[in-house]
C-alpha cells in the first residue's frame, strides 16, 4: 500500500477545518476536533465562536508607497499597534477577546528541524502529490485547471534522474503545501475574498516554480529558489487554518505573495509566462542593478527563514505575530525593489528602507527562533540536524570547497555533486549521505569535528537563523557540548551576533 505523506493529511485536515468554519452562521459555536500532530500527539481545539465580519477599517501607510501592496492583500507594510486587524471582513475572525497568544494556529509541524527524506520515500510522495493534483484539478474552478496542469508538469519533470535529492524534495513539498489551498478554493462555502486571495497565491507560486525550473538558471540559484519556494508556502497551513487570527492571516499572505513575485524576477532575468497562457513573457525587467544577487537572493532566502520560523509550531503566538509584522514589510519592499515598473527615484529609496528593515527582521528572527521551546539533543543527533540543515541552505560549491579534504577516496575518483544529508551514526561520527556525479547515492562516515568546524566556516554566526532558521538552535547546541567536553570552538557559532 502506498504511504500516505503526513504532510499531505495535516493539510487536508486544516482544509476541511477551515470550510467547515467559515460556512457557519455569525454567532454558532462550534467544537472543532482535535488535530494530530505529524508525531501523533493530540492538538488541543478549543471551541470556534463565529462572529459578524466588522467594517473594513482604514488601512494604515505603507513604509514605501501605497502601490506596493497587493491589491486583494488588505494589510499594508506597516500595521498600527492599536491591534486593530485589516484584514478583509470576509476572512474567518477570531473571537473579538481572543488574541493571537489565546488563539494560536493548529500545530503547522516541525519542518525546520527534520533532515530530508530517502530519495525513494521522495519518488513515493511525487506519485501522491500528482494523484492528489489531478483530483484537486476536477473540483477547482475552471481558470485554474491549466495552473493544476502546470503544476503537474513541473512534478512530473522531477523524475529526471540528474534532478538534485533537495530540489526534488523541495518542489514537492511546495506542490503538497499548495494541494491545502486548491482544497480550500474548491470548497462552495469558502468566502469569495478568501478564494480570490488563495486563487492569486497559487498562481503566482506556480509561475515561480516555472520560472526557477529553466534552463536559463544556474544549478545553485535554482536550489535557492526552490528552498525559499518550500519554506514560504509552508505558512499556507497557517494561513488556512480557521483558528489563524484574522490580522497574522493577511500578513502571510502578503509575504507569500510579495516573495514569489520578487522570486519569478530572479538576477538573471529569468521569467516566466503566465501558467493559464493569457500572458507572454515579459523580458523588460527595469534596471539590473536592482535585482543583484548581492541583495535581492539574500533577502529571499531571508524571507523563506521567517517563513520557516513562524510556521514552526514551537514559535510562541507573540514571536510569531512580531516576525509576520515586520516580515511583510521587508517582502513589500522586496516586491518594490524587483518591480519594473517601479522609477528609479522610488526603488533607490526603497533599497535604503530595504537594508534597514532587513536588519532589523534578522534581530527578529533569532528572537523569534530562540524564543522556541526545542529539547536538548545528543551530541551525534544535534550535530545530524545541523549539519542536514547546512546541506540544504549552503550553496553547493562553498559545501564542495569546505569538505574537499574531508570527503573519502572513493568520492574524490568520482566528484560530488550534492551533499543531500546527514544521520547520527554514534557520538563521535554520522553518516552523510551524497549524490554522486554518476547521479548514484553514497553514503560513508564522517568524524563530527572536523566536519563541524568546517561548516562553521561555511555558515558563519551573522548568516545562522537567516541560512537555517530555527535549526540554528542544533549548530549551537553542538558547538556547546563540543567546547565542554572536548575544549574546541566551533567558528564563531557562540559569539554574539557580529562577533
Known amino acids: 500500500m502506498a504511504r500516505i505523506s503526513r504532510r499531505y493529511v495535516f493539510h487536508a485536515a486544516n482544509a476541511s477545518l477551515l470550510t467547515a468554519a467559515l460556512a457557519l452562521p455569525a454567532g454558532m459555536t462550534i467544537a472543532v476536533p482535535d488535530s494530530r500532530s505529524p508525531t501523533g500527539g493530540a492538538v488541543a481545539a478549543p471551541a470556534q465562536t463565529t462572529e459578524p465580519p466588522p467594517p473594513p477599517p482604514s488601512p494604515p501607510s505603507d513604509p514605501t508607497d501605497e502601490d506596493t501592496a497587493p491589491p486583494s492583500t488588505p494589510p499594508t507594510t506597516e500595521p498600527s499597534d492599536s491591534g486593530n486587524s485589516t484584514d478583509p471582513p ?22 525546520d528541524g527534520q533532515t530530508p527524506e530517502d530519495p525513494s520515500d521522495l519518488e513515493t510522495e511525487s506519485n501522491e502529490v500528482t494523484t492528489s493534483l489531478s483530483e484537486e484539478k476536477e473540483k477547482v474552478p475552471e481558470e485554474l485547471a491549466p495552473v493544476v496542469d ?20 523541495g518542489i514537492i513539498e511546495s506542490a503538497e503545501n499548495l494541494t491545502t489551498a486548491l482544497e480550500v478554493i474548491s470548497d462552495p462555502r469558502t468566502p469569495p475574498e478568501l478564494r480570490k ?81 493569457s500572458q507572454s513573457p515579459d523580458n523588460d525587467q527595469g534596471p539590473d542593478e536592482s535585482k543583484g544577487p548581492d541583495q535581492d537572493q539574500p533577502t529571499a532566502m531571508l524571507l523563506g527563514a521567517s517563513s520557516e520560523i513562524m510556521h514552526d509550531r514551537r514559535t510562541p ?18 516586491k518594490k525593489v524587483t518591480d519594473p515598473k ?5 526603488r533607490s529609496e526603497a533599497k535604503k528602507k530595504l537594508d534597514e528593515r532587513t536588519t532589523h527582521m534578522k534581530e527578529q528572527q533569532e528572537e523569534s527562533a530562540s524564543a522556541q521551546d526545542r529539547p536538548e539533543e545528543s551530541l551525534g543527533k544535534a550535530a545530524a540536524l545541523c549539519t542536514s540543515a547546512i546541506f540544504e541552505a549552503a550553496p553547493e560549491s562553498s559545501i564542495m570547497r569546505g569538505l574537499e579534504k574531508l570527503v573519502p577516496a572513493q568520492w574524490e575518483d568520482e566528484g560530488v555533486k550534492d551533499f543531500y544529508k546527514a544521520k547520527e551514526k554514534s557520538k563521535e561520527q554520522l553518516d552523510v549521505l551524497a549524490q554522486l556525479r554518476n547521479n548514484e547515492d553514497s553514503q560513508a562516515p564522517f568524524d563530527v569535528v572536523p566536519l563541524v568546524t568546517a561548516l562553521a566556516e561555511i555558515v558563519p554566526r551573522d548568516r545562522l537563523f537567516g541560512d537555517l532558521s530555527g535549526s540554528a538552535f542544533y549548530c549551537q547546541q553542538t558547538a556547546s557540548y563540543l567546547d565542554e567536553e572536548f575544549g574546541i570552538t566551533v567558528g564563531t557559532w557562540l559569539t554574539r551576533t557580529g562577533g
Do not use: F, W
Open 90 to 111: 470576509t476572512s474567518p475572525t477570531p473571537t473579538p477577546d481572543k488574541t493571537p497568544e489565546d488563539s494560536p494556529p493548529s500545530d503547522p509541524g516541525e519542518t
Open 197 to 277: 486571495q488563495l486563487t492569486a497565491l497559487v498562481k503566482q507560486v506556480t509561475s515561480t516554480l516555472k520560472a526557477v525550473n529553466s534552463p536559463r538558471v544556474p544549478p545553485e540559484e535554482r536550489s535557492m529558489l526552490i528552498l525559499v519556494a518550500k519554506r514560504t508556502t509552508s505558512t499556507l497551513d497557517i494561513i488556512c487554518d480557521p483558528k489563524t487570527p484574522q490580522e497574522l492571516r493577511g500578513l502571510l499572505i502578503a509575504v507569500v505573495d510579495d516573495t514569489h513575485y520578487a522570486l519569478e524576477r530572479s538576477p538573471d532575468g529569468t521569467q516566466s509566462g503566465s501558467t493559464d497562457g
Open 342 to 346: 517601479t522609477s528609479q527615484e522610488k
Open 317 to 334: 503566538p507573540r514571536e510569531r505575530e512580531k516576525l509576520a509584522k515586520i516580515t511583510q514589510q521587508v517582502s513589500s519592499l522586496l
Open 150 to 169: 502546470t503544476l503537474m508538469d513541473i512534478v512530473s519533470a522531477l523524475d529526471a534522474p540528474e534532478t538534485l535529492p533537495q530540489d526534488r524534495e
